[in-house]
Each structure stands twice: as structure tokens, then as C-alpha cells.
């Protein structure tokens, strides 16, 4: 198997930790020990004793270019919580800080990084699928690898990608929105996630341990054993007989890594249900609490029911596999069993999904519109709706199995059904744009495109879920185009959404507009010439999982290639924005960098911020006097300026520079 696209990622992502850690290097031991008051916070995100850092009339340090400090209005980037330091507890420095931390925020940050590594890598496997399938025949990989591709990018982005980056923003945010100190279980926080890596290592062992042969060929003798580990070919689906008798021993492995990564997510949502019930400040109530920990508790509502039974599931299959027995056998219809068992966590799965992407969207539209959340408890209604129907719904996935037509009617009637509540958010959420101050900055962007995704997704769906269009489309790529128009439409895009909305929380800077603009730009031109295609190609019958297909249906896979090439720049562009505006983006100059005061919607995270910026940094808000009479704004620093351009871009007054941002 071609391992080349792994080996440049982990280089890459050494690279970059090697370039951040030198950047954010600790200072010497005596520095730790030092009493907050006696120290000025650096715009590089360190500190210095105050006694070293007179300042000279000019406002600089002696010897030193001027830093900007709170009473000036400056937010040093280390106050966005990325490589922040705490220095009211006794967290360790450097590398064992993120090795034992319990904090609610760095957890949440790990659960990011790990869940962007596993993206880069699954999306590795998609393009390598797409790379194949632009010839009809198998001419690039053979068939055993590309099957092994399309198994490990399903179970990568599903269970490795998205579901660990909702929990890392639910970590990060969840405590900040409820008002709460931290999650309700802090150690048991932290072992969840501790047990996603290794089960990841479990999955993907197969292509691990042939990198580590052939390593070791190069400098030593050949290491047999460590080539009887082959990446597994049985679909994400791991329908059996296939799965049950393929000789690979990686698939053992695989099937224990989904069943340790099934119990590290058990657990990490029995922390976000009992945070939610007993953790939440007096100031909110059921009726007041925001939607994203509305829809992250109804999400975690249904870990609950259909994780375990996904584990059930695995552990009959390995022991069919091992031990003899015959839960899956044929004589006793356990292909069929299989399905049952797989699809009554798979599909809730799916909005286990995006419910968390619906929320999100939620909870950051109403920003950008001036205007609160239209219909705030149908929203609330809907979500638990779905989480409710979403176990009544499983066998539309087995509509051509054969099984009684009566029992196929009622699952067709519930599937429509489930397209209601979401119908229901997608109204409301054009209603909150309706006749609202609209500021098309970059996470509104995303989560129009998103909405527009979404709606196409949802309508193909309404389709699948009638029984004469199912048995004529179905395993073909016209199921493949609807569920990426989920996964790569409004999951992803939420998620891109929120990485611009809360950016300046994250990490005290801002991003790059233009590049925020050409990246949304990039990913829906992306997702629409990859996928549309693919709803051509499967209305005109090919089926997907194949490596090889007629001659007649090259020129739109190309197309949906050429597409996935798109949706990778825009990633590059994605990356490049985060990284490059951490190290040289504007500082901003107010906790309030959305101006979302006005309008009422300084939300709970944002005061938070805030309180931080005040306790920690003496930090004087704009709309607040020093004690010694209003502050002028060149006293303070900031720029009030009334430009409606800047104010598009959601930047509020005190932002530095509104055109710096373009700069670099």
C-alpha cells in the first residue's frame, strides 16, 4: 500500500509542532515561581519579571520594542487559550502539561488536534480514491488497496474526525456556556480521550506496522511478523460472512479498536449529560441554555443507546471469528443480523453526527444577523424529535434484503418523518436571516453554504427513504453524493465556522479575510463538482465500492476528482490562514471582537473571555472608565471607527488595524 501521503503528514505535523513549541519555549525555572503581580504579559505570549521591564517614555521597554499591555487596550495572543499559561494552578510546563492535564480547555484542544490529524490522514484516503478512480481501469493501486482505502477513510472520518472535534468544541465550551468551573468528571474527561489515540493506533495498525517494516528493510534484515498485519478490506460497513472469514489479523485488532474507541465516547458522553444536568450556573436554566449544549446533550442521549450495542455487536463478530461460535452464520441468517445490529447504531449515528453541526449553526447564525434565534423552542423541540426518531429508522438502509414489504411500509413512513424536525431548523434559520443586519464575515459564509448543502442532502434523502427510488439507487454513488452532502456540507462547514467565529477566544489575533473568503469559496465549489456528479453517475446505475467501471462513466468521476483536488487546496488554505494568523495576525483589542453587544448576544463564552481579560490582565473593557473619568479613546488606544466595511468583517471597535488583516 502506498504509503508516501502518511509519511509527509507526520513529517509535516512534526515540523509544525517542532516550529510552535521553539516559538512558545519556557522561560527559566526561577520565572515560574514569581507572583502574578510581578509580571507583564509579552506579545509573544510569555512573561517577564516587572522589575526588568521598565518602561521608557515612549511606552517600550528599556532596550526593547514597545509591548503592548492591558491597560493599553493590547490582547496578547496567549490569552487566546492556544499554549496558554495558568498560572493561578499548579499545571506543569511543556510537554507533561498537555500529558496530564485535566482542564476541561486543554482537553478540548487535544480532542482538535487529534481529530485534525485523523482528518488530514482520512481525507489522505479519499484522495487516493479519488486518484484511482480517474481512469476506468485499476491502473494506479490494485484492488486490495483500494478497498483497504475506502474501509479506513469511512471509519476515520466517522468515528475518528467528526464525532472527536465535536467533543473537543463541546469540552472546550460547554463548562464556558453552562457557567460551570469544568466538566463534571475532569479525570475521567481525560481518560476518554486518552483511549481515542490508542484505539485509532488499533484501526489503522495494519498500515503502521508495514511502514515500520519497511523502515526497518532499509537499515536491517526483514521483520516478518510485522508484515501479517494488512489493512483491512472489508468496508466500513464490515458486513459479514466477508468480515467473519477474511484470514486478516488486522481486522481482529480493528474491530478491538472500535470497541475501545466505542467505550472512550460512551464515556465522554456520560460526562457531557451529567455536566449539563448538575453542573450549570444559577443564571441558566433549561428555558435560557444555549442550543449547541441542547442538541450536544440530545447527541450524547443517543451514545448512550446505540454505542453499546455497536459493541455488542463487535464482540459476537470476534468471536466468530476466534472461538468457533455462530451468532453471523449463515445457516442461521446472520448476514442479516449483522445489519440489524450495525444500522441501530448507524444511522442514529448519523445525526449522533450532525446534531452537534446543527447546533453549532444555531448558535452562531443569530450572530451575524443582529437578530436572536427565530423560534427558540421549536428549535429545542426538533432536536429532541430527532433524537427520538432516529432509532425508528435503521432498516431503510436494508430495504433491498427481502424483508416483509409491511415492515419495509412502516420504516419508509418514520424516514419521512425524520425529515420533518429538520425541515422545522432550516425555516427557522432562514427566518433569523430574514429582514437581519447581515454581516457576511467568514462563519456566516460557511453556514449559508452549509444551510444550502444541507437542504440538497436533505431532499435526496426524502428520496432514499421511498422503497421503489431506494431499490433503484441503491449502493450506488447516488447514496455516496447524499451522505457527503451531510458530512462535507454542513458538518464540516459548521465546523470551519467555528473555527473563524471563536478564532480570536482561541488565540487573541485575527485571521486572514481575503484568505477566509477564497477558502469558502474553494470548499462549496469543491463539494459541488465533486459530488453532484456522483448523483449522475448513480441515477445512470454504477455501483460505488468498486475500483474499476464502464469506460462511459470516466469523464464525471474526472469531474468529482477534479473537485476533490479543489476541496484539497482549500483545506491548504484553510491551514495556512490558521497557522500563519496565530504567528503575525492583528492582536485584537477588545473582548468583544464581534460586537455582539448591541444587539444583546454577548453570550456567555464571550463574557467569560472578558472576566479573564479583567481578572488576569487588569484588561479595561470600551465600554467601561478606568476610575478616573471616561478614557479617551487616545488614552485607550482603540480606534473607534464607524466604518461599515470593518464592521462587515466583524470587527469591532478596537480592532488593530481593520486592513491589517489583509496585509500578509
Request: charged content about 15%; proline content about 5%; hydrophobic content about 50%.
Amino acid at each position: 500500500m502506498n504509503v508516501s501521503p502518511f509519511v509527509v503528514l507526520v513529517v509535516a505535523s512534526l515540523l509544525l509542532a517542532g516550529v510552535l513549541y521553539w516559538r512558545r519555549r519556557e522561560s527559566d525555572e526561577t520565572t515560574l515561581t514569581e507572583p502574578l503581580a510581578d509580571r507583564l504579559v509579552r506579545s509573544d505570549g510569555g512573561e517577564e519579571n516587572a522589575s526588568s521591564a521598565r518602561r521608557s517614555p515612549s511606552g517600550g521597554t528599556d532596550g526593547g520594542d514597545a509591548r503592548p499591555s492591558a491597560s493599553d487596550g493590547g490582547v496578547a495572543p496567549s490569552m487566546g487559550m492556544l499554549f496558554k499559561r495558568e498560572h493561578k494552578t499548579s499545571k506543569p510546563y511543556g510537554l507533561m502539561r498537555w500529558l496530564t492535564t485535566v482542564d476541561h480547555k486543554d482537553i478540548g484542544f487535544l480532542y482538535l488536534l487529534f481529530g485534525l490529524a485523523a482528518a488530514l490522514w482520512g481525507a489522505t484516503d479519499a484522495f487516493m480514491v479519488r486518484t484511482e478512480l480517474i481512469t476506468p481501469s485499476v491502473d494506479v493501486w490494485d484492488e486490495n488497496t483500494y478497498n483497504a482505502l475506502f474501509t479506513t477513510h469511512g471509519l476515520t472520518m466517522l468515528l475518528f474526525f467528526v464525532t472527536p472535534v465535536f467533543n473537543g468544541v463541546a469540552n472546550y465550551f460547554l463548562p464556558l456556556l453552562l457557567d460551570a468551573d469544568d466538566m463534571a468528571f475532569p479525570r475521567i474527561n481525560a481518560i476518554a480521550f486518552w483511549l481515542i489515540p490508542f484505539s485509532f493506533v488499533m484501526v489503522r495498525a495494519g498500515l503502521l506496522t508495514e511502514v515500520l517494516a519497511k523502515v526497518i528493510d532499509v537499515f536491517g534484515p526483514r521483520i516478518e511478523f510485522l508484515y501479517a498485519l494488512e489493512p483491512p478490506t472489508t468496508g466500513w460497513t464490515m458486513y459479514v460472512p466477508l468480515s467473519a472469514t477474511l484470514p486478516n489479523p488486522q481486522i481482529d485488532l480493528m474491530l478491538l479498536g472500535l470497541h475501545l474507541s466505542g467505550i472512550a465516547t460512551v464515556i465522554g458522553a456520560i460526562n457531557i449529560i451529567v455536566t449539563v444536568f448538575t453542573e450549570r450556573g444559577e443564571g441558566v436554566t433549561w428555558s435560557e441554555m444555549d442550543i449547541f449544549t441542547w442538541s450536544m446533550l440530545t447527541a450524547s442521549g443517543l451514545i448512550l443507546f446505540a454505542f453499546p450495542l455497536l459493541g455488542s455487536a463487535l464482540l459476537m463478530l470476534l468471536l466468530d471469528r476466534n472461538f468457533g461460535t455462530a451468532f453471523y452464520a449463515l445457516e442461521a441468517n446472520g448476514p442479516i443480523l449483522w445489519q440489524h445490529l450495525f444500522w441501530f447504531f448507524g444511522h442514529p449515528e448519523v445525526y449522533i453526527l450532525v446534531l452537534p453541526a446543527f447546533g453549532l449553526t444555531s448558535q452562531i447564525l443569530p450572530k451575524f444577523t443582529g437578530r436572536t434565534l427565530f423560534g427558540y423552542k421549536f428549535i429545542v423541540y426538533s432536536t429532541l424529535a430527532i433524537g427520538v426518531l432516529s432509532f425508528g429508522v435503521w432498516a431503510h438502509h436494508m430495504f433491498t434484503t427481502g424483508i416483509d414489504p409491511r415492515i419495509r411500509a412502516s420504516f419508509m413512513v418514520v424516514t419521512l418523518s425524520i425529515a420533518v424536525p429538520s425541515a422545522v431548523k432550516t425555516f427557522n434559520w432562514i427566518a433569523t436571516m430574514w429582514n437581519g443586519d447581515i454581516r457576511l464575515a467568514a462563519p456566516l459564509q460557511f453556514l449559508v453554504a452549509g444551510i444550502s448543502l444541507f437542504i440538497v442532502g436533505g431532499v435526496t434523502g426524502v428520496f432514499l427513504a421511498s422503497i421503489p427510488v431506494d431499490l433503484l439507487v441503491h449502493d450506488t454513488y447516488y447514496v455516496v453524493a447524499h451522505f457527503h452532502f451531510f458530512v462535507a456540507g454542513i458538518i464540516a462547514f459548521s465546523m470551519f465556522a467555528a473555527s473563524y467565529y471563536w478564532y480570536p477566544l482561541f488565540t487573541g489575533r485575527w485571521y486572514s479575510k481575503r484568505l477566509a473568503n477564497l477558502h469558502t469559496a474553494l470548499s462549496v465549489v469543491g463539494v459541488l463538482v465533486t459530488f453532484m456528479p456522483l448523483f449522475v453517475i448513480g441515477l445512470m446505475g454504477l455501483p460505488r465500492r468498486s475500483a474499476s467501471y464502464p469506460a462511459q462513466f470516466a469523464p464525471l468521476q474526472q469531474i468529482a476528482s477534479f473537485g476533490a483536488l479543489i476541496i484539497a487546496i482549500s483545506v491548504g488554505v484553510w491551514l495556512f490562514n490558521m497557522v500563519q494568523s496565530y504567528r503575525v495576525g492583528p492582536k485584537i483589542r477588545s473582548a468583544d471582537p464581534w460586537n455582539l453587544k448591541p444587539t444583546g448576544q454577548f453570550s456567555n463564552e464571550w463574557q467569560w473571555f472578558e472576566r479573564r481579560l479583567e481578572q488576569e490582565l487588569g484588561y479595561v473593557p470600551d465600554d467601561r472608565s478606568d476610575g478616573e473619568g471616561e478614557r479617551s479613546e487616545a488614552e485607550t488606544g482603540r480606534n473607534r471607527s464607524t466604518n461599515r466595511e470593518r464592521e462587515s468583517d466583524g470587527q469591532s471597535a478596537g480592532s488593530e488595524g481593520a486592513s491589517a488583516e489583509e496585509d500578509y
